[in-house]
């Protein structure tokens, strides 16, 4: 069993960064793929990036490519999204979520376990 709390949402402004953590209990954490996804009111959560155990391979969106780095700590149990030059259409709620494989899917059906979400407002 994991459990995923995420950290780090906020408002901000266009243009500007912010950074979101997702801390997992339970152990072998490096034994688990990683992802972020996201659901803005009215839309389907959507995939946003996801990284395999080791952190050694890495995938995202279209969307946010360029703009978006995922990485994790292994050692902290902790994955990160570096969310740079922000839009508005960027705005949703932020889930962290894990799958008891080393490797990454973009299918949230294969994720086993997921955080409560982190609210990320962008202004215009």
């Known amino acids: 069993q994991v459990q995923l709390v995420e950290s780090g949402g906020g408002l901000v402004q266009a243009g500007g960064s912010l950074r979101l953590s997702c801390a997992a209990s339970g152990r072998t954490f490096s034994s688990y793929a990683m992802a972020w996804f996201r659901q803005a009111p009215g839309k389907e959560r959507e995939f946003v990036a996801a990284?395999?155990?080791?952190?050694?391979?890495?995938n995202y969106a279209d969307s946010v490519k360029g703009r978006f780095t995922i990485s994790r700590d292994n050692a902290k149990s902790t994955v990160y999204l570096q969310m740079n030059t922000l839009k508005p259409e960027d705005t949703a709620v932020y889930y962290c979520?894990?799958?008891?494989?080393?490797?990454?899917?973009?299918?949230?059906?294969?994720?086993?376990?997921w955080g409560q979400g982190t609210q990320v407002t962008v202004s215009s």
């Open positions: 979520a894990a799958r008891e494989t080393l490797y990454y899917s973009d299918d949230s059906a294969d994720y086993d376990y």
């Open positions: 990284i395999t155990g080791s952190g050694g391979y890495a």
